[in-house]
């Protein structure tokens, strides 16, 4: 098994288990209810920004909660994909 992988699925298990912060599960980023190819591209049109903390779907795809929509953010999504 790849290490980085087997890393990358713990940190994705362990943010799953944070509190929400009243915004909707995390990584659903469009709010639809699934985490799937459109919470993605959604993600994609915030890369690289601070998140605006009046911005719901910002919140939800700032999935490590560091304040910026980055790669890690990116990679625990692609994890998530249901």
Do not use: C, H
């Not at 288990?17 to 699934?34: A, Q, S």
């Not at 049109?45 to 009046?54: E, H, L």
């Amino acid at each position: 098994m790849n290490k980085a992988l087997g890393i990358g699925a713990l940190i994705v298990a362990l943010l799953l288990m944070l509190p929400k912060r009243g915004i909707g599960r995390l990584g659903d980023v469009n709010g639809d209810g699934r985490i799937d190819a459109a919470d993605l591209s959604l993600l994609r049109t915030f890369f690289g920004q601070r998140v605006n903390p009046a911005d719901a779907r910002m919140l939800r795809a700032d999935i490590n909660g560091d304040g910026w929509i980055d790669i890690m953010d990116y990679s625990a999504l692609l994890a998530m994909l249901e």
